[in-house]
């Protein structure tokens, strides 16, 4: 059996932590927006931050390389070669980034108007499309730094800046929002974002390899970022065409509102989604370590790290979507269909993807990027296509439904091509297993049926209650979760 070290538990901890407070700050920001500025300023922040924020994956190029190579360079404890990958990628991602920056600027008007799909955008709005840009620009040259800090796994370390940094950014935007309404918002994740680059850098400068003196330019790591970073970069421009693309055909084909409730939904999805993934993606420096020392075993780690990714997903949506039949009420009762049908599909395709993660992080780890670049180019061409074809004919509480789609097909391709790669075969589904599913999968639907025959609240609690009781005895009983607590126990 695969021993986990524990080095992966407590990365894995402090990721699921990380989003959990990220998370609740998110909420606390929502319910600001929603309560004082309306729908429509939510899906004003939503597509004005939707293209900077699709734009720094782009960074994803050179971080990748650092991720890949950090781990590598630590074991041999070359120094040289660690301070200067991080030296050049940092400068790299200045450069490249400044350069956007300044492009986004000159045509921050003509962008807008595309994505708002209007001839005329007010100058409030290319206000706070600049400030966004700025917020880019800092995340964009930290993702190398935060990124050296996980390729030397100590991504909990990571994540306690992260947290500290979420909290900040909370307490600022929600002072900010009553005085300066949307722009104080993104104010706040600018000095979230200055302070999360400063955090990264203090931690960096502590580690033993990091030296000022062996900071120097070298032309092979730049070569470097520009070819085995291509396969990253294709990777960012397939995510950078989905996110804008979709909220500009929501907002073609409906209102700003239906992209507020979108990003409601899509943001409260994706966060559970981001929790799991970050904790399988901890075994990519792991991999990449493993693999150098020929100690790798890829059909155990596949399935052990799949199972629990499986049941965290079918645990952590059944959830969510209970416990958001409870609060859509309090936020916006006319909408709560429409918010009920986006989150059941994002749920379910989002499932699927989150079962590609594990292959995922080991191809990264390998460095085998082809089929994550055809997967996520998949992803894009599907989704532009249907709602390109079918978009002006979905109902309201369908509205999703080309992204449901696309991100179903995606991954189920990249599930196969990685079985198919590696020779995978499946472990037979636990009993104890199918408890926990099977419960996951009735939540859901009896919080789909409250909601549509519009029964009071009190019942959507009583369902939640029995949901998290059963639930909790289920997870005691079950042998995956036993034995991690053991393990983090006996630590």
């Given at each position: 059996?695969?021993?986990?070290k524990?080095?992966?538990i407590?990365?894995s901890?402090f990721?699921v932590?990380q989003?959990?407070?990220?998370?609740f700050?998110?909420v606390?920001?929502y319910?600001?927006?929603?309560?004082?500025?309306g729908k429509n300023?939510?899906?004003?922040?939503?597509?004005?931050t939707?293209?900077?924020?699709?734009?720094s994956?782009f960074g994803?190029g050179?971080s990748?390389?650092?991720?890949?190579?950090?781990p590598?360079?630590a074991?041999?404890?070359?120094?040289?070669a660690f301070n200067?990958?991080?030296f050049?990628?940092?400068v790299f991602?200045?450069?490249?980034?400044?350069?956007i920056?300044?492009?986004?600027?000159?045509?921050?008007a003509?962008i807008?108007?595309f994505l708002?799909n209007s001839p005329?955008?007010?100058?409030?709005?290319?206000q706070?499309?600049?400030?966004?840009?700025c917020t880019?620009f800092?995340?964009?040259i930290t993702?190398?730094?935060l990124s050296?800090i996980?390729?030397?796994?100590l991504?909990?370390?990571r994540?306690k800046?992260?947290?500290?940094?979420?909290?900040i950014f909370c307490i600022?935007?929600?002072?900010?929002?009553?005085?300066?309404?949307?722009t104080?918002?993104?104010i706040?994740q600018?000095i979230?974002?200055i302070?999360?680059?400063?955090c990264?850098t203090?931690?960096?400068?502590?580690v033993d390899?990091?030296?000022?003196?062996?900071?120097?330019?070298?032309?092979?790591?730049?070569?470097?970022?520009?070819?085995?970073?291509?396969?990253?970069?294709?990777?960012s421009l397939?995510?950078?065409i989905?996110d804008?693309?979709t909220?500009y055909?929501?907002?073609k084909?409906f209102n700003?509102?239906t992209?507020?409730?979108y990003?409601?939904a899509?943001?409260?999805?994706?966060q559970i989604?981001?929790l799991?993934?970050?904790?399988v993606?901890v075994?990519?420096?792991?991999v990449?370590?493993s693999?150098?020392?020929?100690?790798l075993?890829?059909?155990?780690m596949f399935n052990?790290?799949?199972?629990?990714?499986?049941l965290?997903?079918?645990?952590?949506?059944s959830?969510l979507?209970?416990f958001?039949m409870i609060?859509?009420?309090?936020l916006d009762e006319?909408?709560?269909n429409?918010?009920l049908?986006i989150?059941?599909?994002?749920c379910?395709?989002y499932?699927?993807?989150?079962?590609a993660s594990?292959?995922?992080?080991i191809?990264?780890?390998?460095?085998?990027?082809?089929n994550i670049i055809?997967?996520?180019?998949?992803?894009s061409?599907?989704?532009?296509?249907?709602f390109f074809?079918?978009?002006k004919y979905?109902?309201?509480?369908?509205v999703?439904?080309?992204?449901?789609?696309s991100?179903?097909?995606?991954?189920?391709?990249?599930?196969?091509?990685f079985k198919?790669e590696?020779?995978?075969?499946?472990?037979?589904v636990?009993?104890?297993?199918s408890?926990?599913?099977?419960?996951s999968?009735?939540?859901i639907?009896m919080?789909a049926i409250?909601?549509?025959?519009?029964m009071?609240t009190c019942?959507?609690?009583i369902?939640?209650v029995?949901?998290l009781l059963v639930l909790i005895f289920?997870v005691i009983?079950?042998d995956f979760f036993?034995g991690i607590?053991?393990k983090i126990s006996?630590?």
């Amino acid at each position: 059996m695969l021993k986990i070290k524990s080095v992966v538990i407590k990365n894995s901890i402090f990721s699921v932590l990380q989003i959990v407070l990220s998370t609740f700050c998110y909420v606390v920001i929502y319910y600001l927006i929603l309560h004082k500025l309306g729908k429509n300023e939510l899906g004003i922040w939503s597509i004005i931050t939707s293209l900077p924020i699709a734009i720094s994956v782009f960074g994803s190029g050179v971080s990748g390389c650092v991720l890949r190579y950090i781990p590598v360079h630590a074991a041999q404890n070359d120094k040289k070669a660690f301070n200067q990958i991080i030296f050049n990628g940092f400068v790299f991602n200045i450069v490249f980034g400044g350069l956007i920056v300044l492009l986004g600027y000159c045509f921050s008007a003509n962008i807008l108007c595309f994505l708002f799909n209007s001839p005329k955008i007010p100058v409030r709005y290319i206000q706070l499309f600049r400030i966004s840009l700025c917020t880019f620009f800092i995340s964009f040259i930290t993702s190398v730094l935060l990124s050296a800090i996980d390729g030397m796994q100590l991504i909990f370390v990571r994540n306690k800046i992260v947290i500290f940094c979420s909290i900040i950014f909370c307490i600022t935007a929600a002072i900010f929002v009553y005085y300066y309404d949307l722009t104080g918002i993104l104010i706040a994740q600018l000095i979230q974002s200055i302070l999360l680059l400063l955090c990264a850098t203090v931690i960096l400068i502590r580690v033993d390899l990091f030296d000022f003196s062996l900071m120097k330019f070298n032309q092979l790591y730049i070569k470097l970022f520009l070819t085995y970073g291509q396969g990253f970069q294709a990777i960012s421009l397939a995510v950078l065409i989905f996110d804008p693309i979709t909220k500009y055909f929501l907002n073609k084909y409906f209102n700003l509102s239906t992209v507020g409730i979108y990003d409601l939904a899509s943001r409260a999805v994706t966060q559970i989604r981001v929790l799991i993934v970050s904790a399988v993606q901890v075994i990519t420096p792991f991999v990449s370590k493993s693999n150098e020392k020929r100690e790798l075993d890829i059909n155990e780690m596949f399935n052990k790290i799949n199972r629990g990714a499986s049941l965290l997903s079918f645990i952590l949506f059944s959830t969510l979507i209970c416990f958001s039949m409870i609060i859509v009420g309090y936020l916006d009762e006319n909408n709560a269909n429409q918010y009920l049908f986006i989150l059941i599909l994002l749920c379910i395709s989002y499932h699927f993807n989150i079962m590609a993660s594990t292959a995922y992080s080991i191809l990264m780890g390998l460095g085998k990027l082809k089929n994550i670049i055809i997967s996520h180019i998949l992803s894009s061409i599907i989704n532009i296509a249907l709602f390109f074809f079918i978009g002006k004919y979905l109902i309201d509480d369908l509205v999703v439904l080309p992204i449901a789609f696309s991100i179903v097909l995606s991954s189920e391709y990249l599930i196969f091509k990685f079985k198919k790669e590696f020779n995978i075969t499946d472990d037979l589904v636990k009993r104890t297993d199918s408890f926990v599913k099977t419960l996951s999968v009735f939540t859901i639907i009896m919080s789909a049926i409250l909601v549509l025959l519009k029964m009071s609240t009190c019942f959507r609690i009583i369902l939640f209650v029995f949901h998290l009781l059963v639930l909790i005895f289920l997870v005691i009983k079950n042998d995956f979760f036993a034995g991690i607590l053991n393990k983090i126990s006996n630590k």
